[in-house]
């Protein structure tokens, strides 16, 4: 069972960038699809962007397109989102979750990590 342990986030203006990190244990972190979801008070959870287990595949939510990348480092176990021009839209908890669907997929991925919340302000 991979666990999942994000960290990165915190307040920014509005314009801002933040990069999160997605440490991840246990079984190969390399043959697992990466993604990042996200849910803001009172929302439903959205996908963000995902990556595919060599990297060479990404997929991007419409709303993050030309502001956010999604990487991995298979070697550090370790998925990244970097987050540049920030929008107060942005503010949610961001979790990373793994499974085994293609990037582009709309998977309802079964683990989990704790989350991280970013917030962005005007």
């Known amino acids: 069972q991979v666990q999942l342990v994000e960290s990165g986030g915190g307040l920014v203006q509005a314009g801002g960038s933040l990069r999160l990190s997605c440490a991840a244990s246990?079984?190969?972190?390399?043959?697992?699809?990466m993604r990042w979801f996200r849910q803001a008070p009172g929302k439903e959870r959205e996908r963000v962007a995902a990556i595919s287990g060599s990297g060479s595949s990404t997929y991007y939510a419409d709303f993050v397109k030309g502001r956010f990348t999604i990487s991995r480092d298979n070697a550090n176990n370790t998925g990244y989102l970097q987050m540049n021009s920030l929008k107060p839209a942005d503010t949610a908890v961001y979790y990373c979750t793994v499974d085994l669907h293609t990037p582009g997929y709309d998977a309802a991925p079964r683990v989990w990590g704790q989350g991280t919340q970013v917030t962005v302000s005007s």
């Open positions: 246990g079984r190969t972190f390399s043959r697992y699809t």
